[in-house]
């Protein structure tokens, strides 16, 4: 077969139908396209004037939106530089239809291409997702006369001389019929809100100024107070509490970004919203989903980012390719740790006090970025059950003495309840030992990571099996029992516990009799299922535990001594019951005939 090149060549008659389809899903964006397109031309002229290019008068620069539901037309109208015919043709014309050509080149076998709308010179095209026809009427600020522009939405148009004596333009959308939702003036303003709040050209409509054109991002750090980012928190978020802090980002090399970043209160029981970080290019809304600008994390945070670096209507799959995406994500995590680090070292006491919520935020962070935890390790804190902020190294100092296991690992106990451990507790301080507390969502989680990443540091719940062999350096007491006398008490016990292991302890006489612990892996198995609320990953785990008889508490003694087998059950049973209480592992029919018992016990 012969070799054959050349070129294979779009024909533009179908280029309207396919725009039309592919940006259906979001045609609302046509009014963003074309009110962006007279901000565009207003900034145009400003400059010229700036530049003394043009010498007129500026005049009132307002855009105007406006909808004449009699004619079913919606009207946008800029006094911004304007059109010559030669430029009608030019813009319009010529360039959006290379731009269309291009956009199929490059698109025609992918379905999302809703997405990339006004990178291609088409943003003008989108007024045809809801107009059957489309006018321009507009006059240049060069000396010539005004023009008309129609189009059908068909290759052909007619252009011809108008009288129109101010400068600028007025592109006049004639409504189709399957679109006269956009007819009503509330969708319109919702529309407007939506794209335009901060758009920096005054927008009118309805006799009303729907945008504030110099919102704070914008403006340099040194000019603005802390009431004016707590004012502007308010409009962006008029429903919420006032955030923490904030970080005023402004990055101009290697990409142009600026923007507001706000710390909010965390709630314990949050949930990520993803909708609280609004992205804009050049003050025009883009989207509120940054998922790939930002880190799943940072997605606790609220505000605004604008980058015109950013590739325009932000798709995932397109997005995740960009380079400058990525630079902007590790950029934005770098100034929040920088943020964090500069409130750890400047204001210690203001930093703990905040730490119920930038703690949730700082352990998010810390098991879901690997960078993160490199930042952020040093400005972690551990609070203790006396209230007291640690960061993990002044932490380690402060156990080195005591909570020391034999390979050298620091041994951090943690409470993750207060109240239901508090027996443990209390044994722990019995023994100078520090317990830290852990009751957030994610702390299972995050001490995982820590230590998989820290050497020579372990958690054990205060309550866990290994707290025993800590106490047993050297803490253990004489035992009071015999061996003849343990085995009776092990005989106790034996059939009350099941398949529990029972274990007699020569514990100091003043613990608690009978106590439950648990492998410290068996808890947090249980810690992680309760945060992901699915107790069946592992089937159905049976739940073990070592039931610890402290032998030298007087009340074994007195069980000993006690005359008749039953009662001695019967005590025994009491025992055992009181320590699955303290572990709240007592509940129904067992729980029932415990009360029982205890009434029978005391009217005895
Ligand atoms: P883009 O804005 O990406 O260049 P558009 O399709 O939105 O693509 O617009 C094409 C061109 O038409 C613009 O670059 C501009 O030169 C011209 N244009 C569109 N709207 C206006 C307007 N309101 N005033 C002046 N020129 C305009
Ligand atoms: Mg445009």
Known sequence: MIAEKGSISINTEN?????????????????????????????????????????????????????????????????????????????INQIAFSGAKDFLEKYKDQNDTNQIIGQFG????????????????????????????????????????????????????????????????????????KYGKFLPVEIEFNEKIINNPNPIWVKS?????????????????????????????????????????????????????????????????????????????MQLLHGVIDSPDIPLNVSRSYLQADGNVKKINSHITKKVGDKLA?????????????????????????????????????????KNVENAYFTMEEYKEKIAANQVDKDGNSVVLYATDTEKQDAYIKGAQKRSFDVIVLNDVLDSHFINTFESKQEKVTFKRVDADTFDKLIDKGLNAESV???????????????????????????????IPVSIVMPEFMRRWQDMNKLSGQAAMFGDMPQTFNLIINGNHALISKMLKMKGQDRRENFAKQLYDLALLSQGLLSGTKLTSFIERTVEEMAA
């Open 221 to 297: 750090p040194s000019e603005l107070k802390d009431e004016d980012y707590l004012a502007f928190y308010k409009e962006l978020y008029p429903f919420s509490e006032d955030p923490l802090f904030w970080i005023h980002l402004n990055v101009d090399y290697p990409f142009n970004l600026t923007g507001v970043l706000y710390f909010p209160k965390i709630k314990k029981d949050f949930q990520l919203n993803r909708e609280k970080i609004q992205l804009y290019s050049r003050q025009v809304f883009i989207t509120d989903d940054v998922k790939d600008i930002v880190p799943e994390f």
């Open 15 to 91: 280029i309207f139908p396919i725009i039309k389809k592919f940006l259906y899903s979001d045609n609302e964006i046509f009014l963003r396209e074309l009110v962006s397109n007279a901000v565009d031309a207003t900034q145009k002229i400003k400059k010229l004037s700036a530049m003394s290019k043009f010498e007129g008068e500026l005049g009132d620069l307002k855009i105007k939106v406006s909808v004449d539901k009699e004619n079913k037309t919606i009207t946008i109208s800029d006094k911004g530089l304007g059109m010559t015919a030669e430029e009608v043709k030019k813009y």
């Open 342 to 382: 500069e409130l750890f070292t400047n204001d210690r006491k203001g930093y703990e006090e905040k730490w119920e919520s930038i703690g949730l935020f700082v352990k998010y962070g810390i098991i879901s970025d690997e960078k993160f935890f490199e930042r952020a390790k040093d400005f972690t804190l551990l």
């Open 122 to 193: 088409l943003g003008f095209y989108s007024a045809y997702m809801v107009a059957s026809v489309v006018e321009i009427q507009t006059k240049s600020f060069q000396d010539e006369p005004a023009v008309k522009w129609v189009c059908d939405g068909s290759t052909s148009f007619e252009i011809s001389e108008i009288a129109k004596a101010d400068r600028g333009t007025d592109i006049i959308l004639h409504i189709a019929e399957d679109s006269e939702e956009f007819l009503e003036e509330h969708r319109i303003l919702q529309i407007l809100e």
């Open 481 to 511: 029992l015999s061996e003849d006398e343990k085995k009776k008490v092990e005989e106790l016990f034996k059939p009350i516990a099941g398949n529990n292991v029972v274990q007699i302890e020569a514990l100091p006489a003043e613990d």
